[in-house]
């Protein structure tokens, strides 16, 4: 049985869901945010439980580490985490006050997903706070790209085999099935996507990154003028020069955003704004979202 959970789910109610089943009757896995939990569910199947801390309408890099969510983690036999820094701003206090040596960094049920994947947007050189809020190891966003999915999933495998490995069949049996499916998707995806390659785009984060080098979109530039930080009038000023001169085709950015600069910056080129699912739906497969975030796309450059 696969559990998802918000975080307004009560206290009790929470408890009820993990002390019905022994720990060696199925995994307890904590995930911290949906795109994530969206893997691991199809990989745990029937032979884990699964609950996500963050609520998918939040930003996964401000999320309230509320106490209620300390349970969970207390009682869990695995954490997994997005990791290059995205939770680093909340994760930590839950952690602490989480007890569970288990799920601490370096522990046998601490995974994160982005030792399965190659990181793109290292920076080069010293890093500091006035080049706003970087992460040191890379673009934390990587399952825009569904290549990245299906290695998360063989990872994930791997280590939910080291956890229970009297289940080692079925975790990578469902792993294998996933890559399959989700492969089979990617060249269908991709057929669709050619509408867009070369087209310029314009996104407010760096959070679309993997997608946009995984769709041959040309990054035009960003709404912010440092990641975390709001633009300037000048910056705006400059990125409605460059959108106009690259002739930026899609304006886009996820819900938790601001809309104002964007929507400035899209009427003076003449272009809608994109809206686009930043994590799936609680319990939404995630072959679902893709196909949600690939239709967004199409649907703005048209």
């Not at 955003?257 to 400035?264: D, K, L, N, S």
Request: proline content about 8%; hydrophobic content about 45%.
């Amino acid at each position: 049985m696969s559990i998802n959970r918000s975080l307004t789910l009560p206290l009790a109610a929470l408890l009820s869901l993990w002390s019905a089943a022994p720990a060696a009757h199925a995994l307890k896995i904590v995930a911290t945010v949906e795109d994530v939990a969206s893997i691991a569910r199809e990989v745990l199947g029937k032979d884990g439980e699964l609950i996500t801390l963050a609520n998918p309408s939040q930003d996964p890099h401000f999320v309230d580490p509320r106490p209620s969510l300390l349970l969970p983690l207390s009682r869990a036999d695995a954490l997994l985490v997005v990791g290059l820094e995205l939770e680093v701003g909340w994760l930590p206090t839950l952690l602490k006050g989480a007890r569970n040596g288990n799920i601490q960094l370096g522990g046998a049920g601490y995974i994160d997903a982005s030792s399965f994947i190659m990181p793109t947007d290292v920076p080069t050189g010293p890093v500091d706070r006035s080049q706003g809020d970087i992460h040191p190891r890379g673009n934390p966003h990587y399952l825009k790209d569904p290549h990245n999915a299906v290695l998360v999933a063989n990872g994930l495998a791997e280590r939910f085999v080291s956890l229970d490995p009297e289940r080692a069949d079925a975790f990578r049996k469902r792993a294998a099935d996933f890559a399959k499916a989700i492969e089979g998707r990617i060249k269908a995806w991709e057929t669709r996507l050619a509408v867009l390659k070369g087209k310029g785009l314009v996104s407010y984060h760096k959070s679309l990154n993997y997608f946009a080098r995984w769709a041959q979109l040309d990054q035009v530039g960003y709404v912010e003028s440092k990641p975390g930080i709001p633009p300037s009038p000048q910056h705006m000023v400059q990125l409605i020069a460059l959108g106009r001169a690259r002739k930026a085709a899609v304006f886009a950015t996820e819900s938790w955003f601001p809309t104002a600069q964007i929507e400035f910056a899209a009427e003076k080129c003449g272009r809608p704004v994109t809206a686009v699912p930043g994590l799936p739906r609680s319990n939404q497969p995630y072959a679902d979202h893709i196909e949600d975030v690939v239709a967004a796309f199409i649907k703005g450059a048209s």
